[in-house]
Structure formats: structure tokens, C-alpha cells
């Protein structure tokens, strides 16, 4: 059983900085991978990036690319994501997800924190 719990989302100004943190409280196998995805008012859940446990691979989608970066810290069971030059495109509702196996969906989910970007 994995439990996800994101932290650190709020209020930022465009051109700003934010790092989202999540926990994750459960057995992590180095094959599991990671993943950051964001759903906004009225939009589909989008895929942000995702980091391999076990290697560090990391993953991110074009839209975000050079902006955010994810990473990992393994010995506190704790993955980030940290944005950068922030845009009020980037308001949403951001999760953290588990994937188990390769190929399969994310199997577990955080409840999501809150990222509203203002001009």
C-alpha cells in the first residue's frame, strides 16, 4: 500500500518560483517510476514529468521543459517538483502519482495541491 500527500502549492506571482513536495509513505521498488500531472478548471489532467526511483531518469513534457525539473530524494521518500519562471497557464491542480509497473497506469494518487499563478 502507497500513500502520495503533495505539499508546497499557493499563491505565486508570474516569474516566480514554486517547489512541490511529495511524500510517499509505503515500500518504493527501484522500479517504480514517479510521475507529476496537473488538471486546470475545465481542462483534461495532463502529464507534467515523471522520475524513475531506482535510476533517476527523469521525463518532461515539452510544454514545461526547461522550466520545471523533478527530482528525488531517496532517503526521505520524497519527490519534487520545482517550476520555475511560472505563467498563469501553469494555475492547476497538480497530483503526484505512483506507477507500479512499466507500461500499466499509475496505480496510486495523491488528493492534489493547488498552484494558482497571478499577473
Do not use: H
Not at 89 to 114: K, L, P
Amino acid at each position: 500500500q502507497v500513500q502520495l500527500v503533495e505539499s508546497g502549492g499557493g499563491l505565486v506571482q508570474a516569474g516566480g518560483s514554486l517547489r512541490l513536495s511529495c511524500a510517499i509513505s509505503g515500500r518504493i521498488f527501484s522500479w517504480y517510476t514517479m510521475g507529476w500531472f496537473r488538471q486546470a478548471p475545465g481542462k483534461e489532467r495532463d502529464f507534467v514529468g515523471a522520475i524513475s526511483w531506482g535510476v533517476g531518469r527523469t521525463d518532461v513534457a515539452d510544454s514545461v521543459k526547461g522550466r520545471f525539473a523533478i527530482s528525488r530524494d531517496i532517503a526521505k521518500n520524497t519527490v519534487f517538483l520545482q517550476m520555475n519562471s511560472l505563467e498563469p497557464e501553469d494555475t492547476a491542480v497538480y497530483y503526484c502519482a505512483v506507477r507500479r509497473n512499466t507500461g500499466a497506469s499509475y496505480d496510486y494518487w495523491g488528493q492534489g495541491t493547488q498552484v494558482t499563478v497571478y499577473s
